[in-house]
């Protein structure tokens, strides 16, 4: 739990950093740059020759077929700053992502307006912060998180554009059950009859909907049927939500006081 909270904020961080080059970026040192087209500058080392290789090889192809020019900068105590924005002739239709660890969050994006029509500036925010937090690099590596978020853009714009990022990584499902259980028990405290011969009580219970509707409907089933197609997490949720309010339900009958009879 204290590893989700602190990714949480971790992403509000990450809100105000977004779209904002790399501090090195304000120097130009255009000697660090290859004397070859690439698309890749790896400074850094983050990856390894065969992993560079790769990842041009795909970059290039992907360029080639969508016309979409998505380039990558690791850096750490050397950069060759404004440099790489001639160097690579980034326009609308340019990403450029920068790894540089020194920021606390390893990826920044400079992206080109063209993306904004497709991916908006909250998707941008959801990648930095799932795949450059400090818990992602750490378990995948940083070409991990390179090769991650880059997948990710190219498969959002091979389908037209994205509104969120795809996928939902364990500590988000989690959330999204946690706040499912949360809405499951406010729905079953809501319904305890407060009278005898009443079954629900529907009046709390609608007085309460809109905690628990936005606990379970917003924030426990909307991450889910928006960010993946599978199955298991949705039903999981419904039945954390089904199970929680109906043991609430049950306990506010043991433990709180009896029915009042019907005047």
Known sequence: ?????????????????????????????????????????????ALTDSQRQGLEEQLNQFEASSGWKLRVLT????????????????DERSLLLVADPRGGNLLNFNV???????????????????????????????DG?????LGAVRGCLEQGGCQVVPGLPQEQWLLTLSTSVIGGLVAGFASYPRKQGVLIAWPWLLLMSP???ILFGVLGLGPVITRTA?????????????????????????????????A
């Open 1 to 45: 739990m204290a590893r989700l909270l602190l990714s949480l904020l971790v992403g509000l961080w990450g809100l105000g950093l977004l779209l904002q080059p790399a501090p090195a970026l304000a120097y130009d040192n255009p000697d660090l740059l290859p004397d070859h087209p690439t698309p890749v500058i790896d400074l850094a080392k």
């Open 75 to 90: 850096q750490y105590d050397r950069t060759p700053g404004q440099a790489v924005k001639q160097y690579w002739d980034l």
């Open 112 to 142: 080109g307006d063209a993306l904004f029509a497709l991916m908006p500036r909250t998707y941008w925010v959801e990648l930095q912060t799932r795949y450059g937090n400090q818990y992602y690099v750490a378990e995948h590596g940083e």
């Open 145 to 149: 998180a390179i090769v991650g978020a």
């Open 211 to 213: 905690l628990w509707i």
């Open 230 to 262: 599978e199955p298991l997490p949705l039903i999981g949720n419904i039945v954390a939500f089904l199970a929680s309010a109906v043991g609430a339900y049950l306990l506010a009958l043991w433990k709180l006081p009896k029915p009042e009879a019907k």
